[in-house]
């Protein structure tokens, strides 16, 4: 009879530590704990389920995952640029998740062909120009930005960033790599000054009359009027004519190896639900993933605009043929 209740006893103890694992969610990512935290503790507070996190470069924490193979706490890696995540899918630290969810909040041009990661918010890179020297009707295209009248007027970021890499690998998929080769070496021929370490210097020296066209992702551009609202600039949302504006993801997927697999999902299926979906862009004044939802009230004032609406996953696939067109280019 003592052994029976002994038996019985464990049994519990072992079904209860399980409950407690599966309540549980370990996340990789590479997104500051400011923006994602607000996220978790709502969750957390809807669900019961908890969630610990790290947080690092998105470099490291691929580096990370693929280290610790299947001894790998996390459950979920978030990290920013489509770039990234393709990576992360490539070198199979991702895992499939069939979810009918995530492919009806998602589009499919933001999400992983093969269903291992999906965006959740979304990041337009547009052209950024001054409104004391500049009409938006001087603008039309990305490759415009090449033409003579804007020589010695354009201020590009650095080409060693990620966002422009996806930049100029979307517009290889689009144009072709010899075009995108001549369009780029003509951003390099109109430049007014060096690049740039960040969109944010690029603005302010935009401001301060260096330059008068440029291109910046667009909640740098928002943070900058957020603190400085007299700032004499505005967003022009380029070929709305033909492939539209370009566009790029944070997003998240679950890892490979993850120990609460099915929490990871229902996790990541919040993060792409109207509740979540807000909360998630706001925050960083992004736009939501999910079409069904709008965006915050100042990202709104920008504007409605078309977006390319070529897969994303382009960016990281031509990432490599990007940065070598960047260097033949001469684009630093």
Excluded at 41 to 46: G, L
Excluded at 150 to 158: I, K, M, N, S, V
């Amino acid at each position: 009879m003592h052994f029976l209740k002994y038996v019985t006893a464990l049994l519990f103890t072992m079904l209860a530590s399980l409950a407690m694992a599966a309540d549980e969610i370990v996340v990789y990512s590479a997104r500051n704990e400011q923006l994602i935290k607000p996220l978790f503790d709502a969750y957390t507070a809807a669900t019961g389920t908890q969630i610990k996190f790290i947080t690092d470069k998105e470099g490291p924490l691929l580096e990370k995952l693929k280290a610790e193979g299947k001894d790998s706490p996390a459950d979920m890696l978030i990290t920013v640029d489509a770039g990234n995540l393709w990576l992360a899918a490539k070198q199979g630290v991702l895992a499939k998740v069939d979810s009918k969810m995530l492919t009806a909040n998602i589009p499919a041009h933001l999400r992983d062909p093969g269903n291992r990661w999906f965006g959740l918010s979304v990041r337009a890179r547009t052209i950024v120009y001054s409104t004391a020297r500049v009409k938006p009707a001087e603008l039309s295209t990305y490759e415009s930005l090449g033409d003579k009248k804007w020589h010695g007027r354009l201020c590009l970021r650095t080409s060693k960033k990620v966002y422009n890499q996806s930049l100029v690998a979307m517009m290889i998929a689009r144009l072709g790599e010899a075009k995108t080769e001549q369009v780029v070496k003509s951003w390099v021929a109109n430049l007014a000054t060096d690049v740039f370490p960040d969109d944010t210097k690029l603005m302010e020296a935009m401001a301060a009359g260096q330059c008068d066209v440029g291109i910046v992702n667009t909640y740098y551009f928002g943070r900058l009027m957020k603190k400085q609202p007299e700032a004499p600039l505005a967003l022009f949302w380029p070929n709305q004519k033909d492939r539209g504006v370009h566009v790029n993801v944070s997003g998240a997927g679950v890892t490979a190896h993850a120990k609460h697999r099915q929490a990871a999902v229902k996790f990541l299926e919040w993060l792409s639900s109207k509740q979540a979906q807000n909360m998630f862009a706001d925050e960083n004044l992004e736009y939501p993933a999910n079409p069904q939802v709008k965006p915050a009230a100042m990202v709104a004032t920008w504007g409605q605009f078309k977006q390319d609406t070529i897969n994303v996953s382009k960016a990281g696939s031509l990432q490599v043929k990007a940065v070598m067109l960047m260097d033949r280019a001469g684009y630093k």
